[in-house]
C-alpha cells in the first residue's frame, strides 16, 4: 500500500486523569497538542454524553415568585419568558463527571468511546487517517479487539496500530532495557523491557494507592484538621512549595526525621506500643509531641486563635453572608493600606530579609482557585454583571497581565468604569484564587508509605526477569514517568529509597561469601580443606582467588576470558555462572533523558511515552511502511477480524 504521510497520522494517548493526542507527526517531535480531562457529562438525552458540564443561566436577576389567581395561573406569564434562559458550557466545573478509566482500566465503556470520539472530532482530521492508540498495561486481550474493532468500524481508518505505553517510553529513551516506573493518577505500573519487549511474568499492573491521588490522600490526612478540602490539597499538591524530602531529612523547625518510624523492637510495639526498647523509648510512652509534623498531637493549647483553619468562604456567600464577607474584606485591605502608608513595615524591617529555600521554611502560602465558590455564585443566578463584580472582590491573587483581562481590557479599568460589557463571558477570566498558608504537612504527602510501596514492587519485577545477567542492567536503567511523579523531589526521595533498602557495596564481604558453592568445606587452621590452585579459571594451576575473580569481573564482564567460568569447575554450565548478584543489585541509577527534543526539555518526560509514540509512529507507518507488521492494515482487519490485531501489536 502507498506510504502514509507525517501530517496524516494520529496519536491517542487515554489516561485516568488527562487524555493527551495530536494530528501529525511534526519535524522535531514535540509535546501533545490537545489535552482533555478524561471525563464526560451525561447529556439531557439518555445515552449521550457532553465533554463539558451544560447549565442553565439567566442574563437577567433572579425575580421574584410570579403573582397566582384563585385557579392557580400565573399573572402575566410573559415575565417568565423561556428567552430568558440560556444553556452555557462551563469548562471548568466537574461537578457530575464521570471518568470511564480508573486505576489504568476502563470501567465505562459508552463514556470511554464517547471521550475518545471527543478527542477525535476535536483534531478534525481528513478522511482516512491512520491511528496510534497507546494502550495501558492494564488492557486485556479482549479489551484490544474491543478497541481495534470501534477503531476500524466508527473512524474507518484504513490502519491502526497498539503500543504498550511502558515500550513507548522505552523508544522514546532509546533505551532497549528499561525498568518503567509509570506514576499515575490513583495506580502505579512497574514493567521491565528487555530487548524491546515488556515482560509479563512478574509485571506489577495497577498497584493500587500508590499514584498522584494517594499523594493527594497523605496531604488530606494530615490538613484536614486545619479546614482545607481534597481540592485544596490537590493544588497544594501541584504547587511549588509542596515538596518530598528524602528520606531521613529533617523537617524544618521540628528536628524531627520526615520518614516512616521504624519499629526496632515488634515485641515492644505489641505490647507496650513503643517502637524500640530501652529506658528512652518506656519513658516516650504516652508522651506525644504537640505540633505540626509526624506522630503529633494538634489541639487546643489555651492561647489557639479562632483565625487558625480555612475559612469555608463558599458556605459563607451561599448562607446569605457575602456582603458582611465582603464589608469584612475591605476593611482588612484598608487597615493594610494605612499601616503601608504610614511607614510602619519598613521601620519594622530595615534590611531586606534573606529568603531561605523551600525546604527550609516552616510555613509557606500557595494561591488556591476556589472552583466551589466559582460553582456557588454561577448557582445563585446572579447575572453577568453581579458575577462579574462578586468574582473581582472575592478574588486575593496579584493583578497579573493577561490572567485576569478580558477581552483585551484590563479588569482593573473594567471594575473602575463599570460599563464593560460582561455578556460575552460568564464570568472573567481566571478563577477565584485565596491565599492559603501551611506547614511542614506540605512535605508529608509520603505519610502512608507510597514510595516503600513502589520500591517493593520494583524490587520485585526485576526479580521475576528470567534472565538473571539482565537483572543488573535493569537495575541501572531506571525510568520513572506519569504525571503522579511531577511532585517535586519525589524522584530523588523514590532513589534514595531504592538505595536504602536494596543496595549493597561492591567492596561488601557479602560478595565474595554469597558465591561460595555449598560443597566447598570451610577451611581449617592446619591448612586441611583449603581450596585448591587448580581450581583456577581455566580448570588449571592458577594463583588468582577464584572468588575474587567472580567479584571482580561481575561488574566488569569484559574481562572475563571467553569460554571461562569464574570458579573454573568442569562441567559447570553457563546458567550456573556468577550471575551479578541479581538479586541485590550493587547499583541502581536513572536513564538519562534524551537531549535531542528541545521541545520536551522545558515541560520535562513525564509524558514520555507519547514522544515515543511519536517515534514509532514514524517508523511504522512512513519509513517500513508496514513491513515490521507494528500496525493492522483494513484488508487484515476485514480478512481476520478483531483477533488478529494481537499478530500486529507493537
Known amino acids: 500500500m502507498p506510504p502514509f504521510k507525517d501530517e496524516q497520522i494520529i496519536i491517542i494517548a487515554p489516561g485516568s486523569e488527562t487524555t493527551v493526542a495530536q494530528l501529525g507527526l511534526p519535524e522535531s517531535f514535540t509535546p501533545a497538542r490537545i489535552r482533555v480531562r478524561s471525563r464526560m457529562f451525561p447529556a439531557e438525552k439518555e445515552g449521550e454524553w457532553e465533554p463539558y458540564k451544560v447549565r442553565r443561566r439567566s442574563d437577567k436577576p433572579e425575580m421574584s415568585a410570579p403573582a397566582h389567581d384563585a385557579q392557580g395561573a400565573v399573572l402575566n406569564p410573559a415575565n417568565r419568558d423561556d428567552d430568558d434562559i440560556v444553556y452555557e458550557e462551563d469548562r471548568v466545573s466537574e461537578e457530575g463527571a464521570v471518568w470511564p478509566i480508573q486505576q489504568g482500566r476502563i470501567v465505562n465503556w459508552p463514556c470511554f468511546f464517547a471521550l475518545v470520539t471527543h478527542v477525535y472530532n476535536t483534531m478534525n482530521p481528513p478522511f482516512h487517517t491512520p491511528i496510534l492508540l497507546i494502550a495501558q498495561p492494564a488492557w486485556a486481550p479482549r479489551e484490544h479487539e474491543r478497541l481495534t474493532q470501534f477503531f476500524f468500524e466508527k473512524f474507518k481508518t484504513p490502519a491502526f496500530g497498539l503500543m504498550d505505553s511502558a515500550l513507548a517510553t522505552s523508544w522514546a529513551y532509546g533505551v532497549h532495557t528499561s525498568t518503567v516506573v509509570d506514576v499515575g493518577r490513583d495506580k502505579v505500573d512497574v514493567t521491565a523491557v528487555s530487548e524491546f519487549i515488556p515482560h509479563i511474568q512478574g509485571r506489577v499492573i495497577a498497584l493500587p494507592e500508590c499514584g498522584g491521588e494517594a499523594l493527594t490522600n497523605g496531604l488530606l490526612a494530615k490538613l484536614k484538621s486545619r479546614g482545607l478540602t481534597r481540592d485544596m490539597c490537590e493544588q497544594l499538591k501541584k504547587s511549588p512549595i509542596c515538596e518530598l524530602l528524602p528520606p531521613g531529612t529533617p523537617l524544618p523547625g521540628t528536628g524531627e526525621s520526615n520518614g516512616l518510624d521504624r519499629i526496632t523492637n515488634p515485641a515492644a510495639a505489641a505490647s507496650t506500643g513503643a517502637p524500640g526498647s530501652g529506658p528512652a523509648a518506656a519513658s516516650a510512652i504516652g508522651n506525644v509531641p504537640r505540633g505540626p509534623g509526624a506522630d503529633t498531637e494538634v489541639g487546643d493549647d489555651g492561647n489557639g486563635d479562632e483565625s487558625e483553619g480555612v475559612l469555608d468562604v463558599a458556605s459563607i456567600v451561599a448562607g446569605g453572608k457575602m456582603s458582611e464577607y465582603l464589608a469584612r474584606k475591605e476593611k482588612e485591605k484598608e487597615e493594610k493600606a494605612a499601616a503601608k502608608k504610614k511607614g510602619l513595615e519598613a521601620?519594622?524591617?530595615?534590611?531586606?530579609?534573606?529568603?531561605?529555600?523551600?525546604?527550609?521554611?516552616?510555613?509557606?502560602?500557595?494561591?488556591?482557585?476556589?472552583?466551589?465558590?466559582?460553582?456557588?455564585?454561577?448557582?445563585?443566578?446572579?447575572?453577568?454583571?453581579?458575577?462579574?463584580?462578586?468574582?473581582?472582590?472575592?478574588?486575593?491573587?496579584?493583578?497579573?497581565?493577561?490572567?485576569?483581562?478580558?477581552?483585551?481590557?484590563?479588569?482593573?479599568?473594567?471594575?473602575?468604569?463599570?460599563?464593560?460589557?460582561?455578556?460575552?463571558?460568564?464570568?472573567?477570566?481566571?478563577?477565584?484564587?485565596?491565599?492559603?498558608?501551611?506547614?511542614?504537612?506540605?512535605?508529608?504527602?509520603?505519610?502512608?508509605?507510597?514510595?516503600?510501596?513502589?520500591?517493593?514492587?520494583?524490587?520485585?519485577?526485576?526479580?521475576?526477569?528470567?534472565?538473571?545477567?539482565?537483572?543488573?542492567?535493569?537495575?541501572?536503567?531506571?525510568?520513572?514517568?506519569?504525571?503522579?511523579?511531577?511532585?517535586?523531589?519525589?524522584?530523588?526521595?523514590?532513589?534514595?529509597?531504592?538505595?536504602?533498602?536494596?543496595?549493597?557495596?561492591?567492596?561488601?564481604?557479602?560478595?565474595?561469601?554469597?558465591?561460595?558453592?555449598?560443597?566447598?568445606?570451610?577451611?581449617?587452621?592446619?591448612?586441611?580443606?583449603?581450596?585448591?590452585?587448580?581450581?583456577?579459571?581455566?580448570?588449571?594451576?592458577?594463583?588468582?582467588?577464584?572468588?575474587?575473580?567472580?567479584?571482580?569481573?561481575?561488574?566488569?564482564?569484559?574481562?572475563?576470558?571467553?569460554?571461562?567460568?569464574?570458579?573454573?569447575?568442569?562441567?559447570?554450565?553457563?546458567?550456573?555462572?556468577?550471575?551479578?548478584?541479581?538479586?541485590?543489585?550493587?547499583?541502581?541509577?536513572?536513564?538519562?533523558?534524551?537531549?535531542?527534543?528541545?521541545?520536551?526539555?522545558?515541560?520535562?518526560?513525564?509524558e514520555s511515552a507519547f514522544l515515543g509514540a511519536q517515534v514509532a509512529a514514524k517508523v511504522i507507518f512512513v519509513v517500513d511502511q508496514g513491513q515490521s507488521k507494528g500496525y493492522m492494515t483494513r484488508p487484515d482487519y476485514n480478512d481476520q477480524g478483531p483477533m488478529g490485531i494481537h499478530d500486529y501489536s507493537l
Open 347 to 606: 521601620a519594622v524591617q530595615p534590611a531586606r530579609p534573606i529568603r531561605l529555600p523551600n525546604a527550609k521554611r516552616e510555613k509557606a502560602t500557595f494561591m488556591y482557585e476556589d472552583h466551589f465558590l466559582l460553582d456557588t455564585l454561577k448557582n445563585m443566578n446572579l447575572g453577568s454583571k453581579g458575577m462579574a463584580e462578586a468574582q473581582a472582590a472575592l478574588d486575593e491573587g496579584p493583578q497579573k497581565k493577561g490572567q485576569d483581562d478580558v477581552d483585551g481590557e484590563p479588569r482593573s479599568a473594567i471594575d473602575a468604569s463599570g460599563s464593560a460589557d460582561m455578556a460575552s463571558s460568564s464570568s472573567r477570566t481566571g478563577p477565584i484564587r485565596r491565599e492559603i498558608e501551611v506547614g511542614v504537612e506540605r512535605f508529608q504527602a509520603d505519610s502512608g508509605g507510597i514510595l516503600e510501596k513502589i520500591a517493593d514492587a520494583i524490587h520485585r519485577t526485576i526479580s521475576s526477569v528470567d534472565e538473571v545477567n539482565k537483572r543488573s542492567e535493569l537495575w541501572d536503567s531506571l525510568i520513572i514517568c506519569g504525571n503522579g511523579s511531577r511532585l517535586r523531589g519525589f524522584k530523588e526521595a523514590l532513589m534514595v529509597t531504592l538505595q536504602t533498602k536494596y543496595l549493597i557495596s561492591p567492596s561488601s564481604a557479602t560478595i565474595f561469601t554469597s558465591e561460595i558453592p555449598s560443597n566447598i568445606s570451610t577451611p581449617a587452621g592446619t591448612g586441611a580443606n583449603t581450596p585448591q590452585p587448580q581450581l583456577g579459571p581455566h580448570g588449571g594451576p592458577s594463583q588468582v582467588n577464584p572468588l575474587l575473580l567472580a567479584a571482580t569481573t561481575a561488574q566488569n564482564p569484559h574481562l572475563m576470558p571467553p569460554g571461562s567460568n569464574p570458579l573454573g569447575m568442569p562441567g559447570m554450565s553457563s546458567h550456573n555462572q556468577h550471575s551479578s548478584h541479581g538479586q541485590t543489585p550493587t547499583s541502581i541509577k536513572f536513564v538519562k533523558p534524551p537531549e535531542y527534543f528541545p521541545e520536551w526539555k522545558d515541560v520535562g518526560f513525564d
